[in-house]
């Protein structure tokens, strides 16, 4: 068999949708490298502290997409980058489509305006799949309450917001066929994992490393 190739996988979704949890069981399951956005380096972890302040009012939402593109410029630059130039397989909480969902289309600022921005902040190096954890937004709010946490900035966001995010990831989704695959999250956090696990090999197979 041979060495798995560099391959960048990102799961998506809206808040309680179950993405981080599927990203870890994914990573664990091929052996991948696990990070998140933003986040996964020393620069985007204060960055994510800004971004996700529920104390923190008033962020515009082109100071917020700025702050998200220069959490991925850093991202690329000290972590996918270097993983995937070494045949790593990544596997990201979260990517730069999550910007086009809730900057481009929730915030109102634009895909084309949000994607360039993007696109030059990770110059121009974007997942290879993504894959969309899709679930209704009844069981996003009962999971985001079974947290027994207080909400951080964006999952305070209104239900107008979450359902905009939602719609934006469905769209992005439907132009990008050969980049997405649209995965049911509800259900047992175990079937869910089959789910992706089944997604991804189906799409990249034995660039991932497997069968193995």
């Not at 502290?49 to 220069?70: C, I, K, Q, Y």
């Amino acid at each position: 068999m041979s060495p798995p190739t560099g391959r960048w996988i990102a799961l998506e979704g809206g808040e309680g949708s179950g993405k981080s949890t599927q990203a870890r069981r994914l990573a664990e399951a091929l052996g991948a490298l696990l990070t998140r956005e933003p986040g996964g380096t020393a620069v985007g972890d204060r960055i994510r502290e800004l971004l996700l302040d529920p104390a923190l009012t008033g962020m515009d939402a082109r100071a917020e997409a700025l702050l998200m593109a220069a959490d991925r410029a850093q991202h690329v630059a000290e972590v996918v980058g270097p993983a995937l130039a070494a045949g790593r397989v990544v596997v990201s909480d979260r990517s730069a489509w999550s910007s086009l969902a809730y900057q481009g289309l929730a915030r109102g600022l634009g895909v084309e305006e949000v994607r360039r921005v993007s696109d030059w902040a990770m110059g121009g190096r974007w997942p290879d799949l993504a894959i969309l954890i899709d679930v209704p937004a009844a069981v996003a709010d009962a999971r985001l309450a079974a947290a027994g946490r207080a909400p951080d900035r964006l999952e305070a966001e209104g239900d107008g917001f979450h359902g905009r995010v939602r719609e934006g990831f469905a769209a992005i989704a439907a132009t990008a066929p050969d980049r997405w695959v649209v995965v049911d999250g509800d259900g047992p956090e175990e079937l869910v994992a089959e789910r992706v696990l089944g997604s991804v090999l189906a799409r990249l197979g034995p660039s991932v490393g497997w069968p193995r």
